[in-house]
């Protein structure tokens, strides 16, 4: 019955679930959003995840250290993200088929190596719920928010830092200046090459922990094509979000939440065919993009390549 969804208990496991679930969703659309706002569109945030995803989960289950499998998450996302400005940057390939060849990589590398090294489906002990004093104790709002993994508070207390570096700081000025018109940035002594390596490499190293979050942290397994699209998901929330932190947290929370409401409305057997409920948040991913193509401006220099005068 659909009145089951309105009981207090279902309310908050929707919403507790939707916090928890928006932890990918932010560190992959953050790390993104350095990239972008810098000129540099990065398709492969889904391949990115994946191979984080499998590092973290590889790395925790023979160490059972799960903070060794966080560092090679970070590695490898970064190694991915380091290759991915290489060839936009210095080889200056078309960032929108480049970007899908780093996916399918990735895709194929994490397969590989799911089957080469593990051959089958194991788990591991992810990170557990920390109840933060007296805050966890509030009814509800305690469940809700304080009684996450650190994992989520890390991508909920990234947002805030993004903000500032990229509005509070040299950096971020470069960044923004960057992504908008490289030509003047570059006149005024600021390495254009330099700025955009380091914003994608940081993507890439969001992206892995993105993809850490679900394999150790969210589901304690690790198994083929996890990410089932959330990369692209990620990608669309940066435009949803109007290249901002806040506007990529709210896009995030919505998506989650709706996500948190499909699994719960399969888990309480109600009847809604579950295709349809899968395809929920893959729709309202297309009805964001629709919405948010008319009402924001994406960084004058995005996917152009930048060749220095002179």
Do not use: C
Request: no cysteine.
């Amino acid at each position: 019955m659909i009145s089951d969804l309105f009981t207090k208990t279902v309310l908050i496991g929707i919403l507790a679930s939707g916090i928890r679930l928006a932890t990918p969703y932010l560190y992959a659309a953050i790390g993104e959003a350095f990239g972008q706002r810098s000129g540099v569109l990065n398709l492969g945030v889904e391949g990115q995840m994946l191979l984080g995803a499998f590092a973290a989960f590889y790395v925790a289950f023979s160490t059972e250290n799960l903070w060794l499998g966080m560092l090679a998450a970070v590695i490898v996302g970064a190694a991915m993200g380091l290759a991915m400005a290489f060839v936009s940057i210095n080889l200056q390939a078309v960032q929108g088929i480049s970007g899908i060849g780093f996916y399918l990589f990735g895709l194929g590398m994490s397969d590989l190596l799911f089957h080469t090294l593990l051959g089958t489906v194991e788990t591991v002990s992810g990170f557990a719920p920390i109840h933060i004093p007296v805050l966890s104790d509030i009814p509800a709002l305690g469940e809700i928010f304080f009684s996450q993994n650190i994992l989520v508070y890390g991508a909920f207390a990234l947002v805030p830092i993004a903000w500032f570096v990229l509005n509070k700081t040299t950096l971020g000025l470069k960044i923004r200046a960057v992504g908008e018109n490289p030509q003047a940035a570059d006149s005024l002594g600021v390495s254009v090459s330099r700025v955009r390596y380091l914003t994608v490499t940081l993507g890439g190293s969001l992206s892995g922990i993105a993809g850490a979050s679900l394999s150790i942290a969210l589901l304690n397994v690790f198994q083929q094509n996890m990410t089932s699209g959330l990369g692209f998901i990620a990608v669309a929330l940066v435009y949803f979000g109007g290249w901002r932190p806040l506007g990529i947290l709210l896009g995030a929370l919505l998506f989650s939440m709706v996500n948190s409401l499909q699994l719960w409305v399969q888990v309480l057997g109600i009847p809604v065919p579950s295709d349809v409920a899968v395809m929920m948040p893959y729709v309202l991913t297309i009805l964001a993009l629709v919405v948010a193509v008319q009402r924001v401006r994406s960084p004058s220099a995005l996917t152009k390549p930048f060749q220095r005068e002179g």
